[in-house]
């Protein structure tokens, strides 16, 4: 977990950062294309926020549907998740990785080069398993 003071000082110097970079490549490439980068990655952000909300409702619901089929009652975060061994290959990935997606949509969709880029690498499923991963673990008792 990132300490107060860490994030404090993150919250201060990342917009500076997305300046400067955004800055710099405005002057080796100019400013039309920066302004086409910003405005198409903003198009693209909200086009993954809104794939991924759906994409989500659509995990949670084919999860909690499982459990209650295997008889585990409601979906509860206190509750374990199902093994591996129980879930089909029918779902495409658990609900916490899907679930990322939207934060790296709005990372797409925020303008910067550096936020852009965040936002890429969460889109990644290795990278979204192993957050998922270490969410589950914190979660469970």
Sequence with gaps: ?????????????VPFL????????????????VLL????????GWIVVRV??????????????LMQQQGQGDLALTESAPSEATVP?????PPAQT?????????????GFLSDLAGIVLLLPPVRRRIATRWAARLRP
């Design 52 to 65: 991924a909300a759906a994409r989500t409702g659509r995990s949670w619901a084919q999860a909690v549907r």
């Design 1 to 13: 977990m990132i300490p107060l003071r860490l994030g404090c000082l993150l919250a201060f110097v």
């Design 89 to 93: 290959a029918a779902l495409p990935a």
């Design 18 to 33: 997305e300046l400067v970079v955004l800055l710099v490549a405005a002057s080796t490439f100019g400013w039309w294309p």
């Design 99 to 111: 679930l990322l997606l939207v934060p790296a949509g709005i990372l797409i969709a925020i303008p």
């Design 37 to 44: 980068w910003i405005i198409g990655s903003f198009i693209i």
